[in-house]
């Protein structure tokens, strides 16, 4: 008696099997190609470079990162070098990659 108060729980057929599979297989690939894209596309603010600094730092969540430019990025750097903490430690190679490291250090001073 159930089955006649609700028609649409009978067998699938073998074309409505088809298209399950091919949605399923579609939606799986999806994911598949979302998850290679998200685990190896670089960020853009991944490496200190012509005049930017990106330092990540531990911090209570995990990790922070720090992004500097221009005029923010030579001051940052400035302060790097003068101090002695575990953030002027960690941003001194990222501000020598930026070239923006002081004059006495060997490396570019330019921006």
Not at 4 to 9: I, V
Not at 21 to 48: K, P
Not at 76 to 85: E, K, L, T, V
Request: glycine content about 16%.
């Amino acid at each position: 008696m159930y089955a006649k108060t609700n028609p649409g729980t009978g067998r699938l057929t073998s074309r409505q099997k088809r298209i399950f599979l091919i949605v399923g297989v579609a939606f799986l690939a999806l994911l598949g190609g979302l998850g290679a894209w998200g685990a190896l596309a670089s960020n853009g603010n991944s490496s200190s470079g012509h005049g930017c600094v990106n330092v990540t730092v531990p911090s209570s969540m995990g990790g922070a990162d720090l992004h500097y430019c221009g005029a923010q990025a030579r001051s940052f750097c400035q302060q790097a070098f003068r101090s002695q903490d575990q953030l002027s430690r960690l941003a001194r190679p990222q501000c020598v990659l930026a070239g923006l490291a002081p004059a006495g250090t060997g490396a570019s001073a330019g921006s």
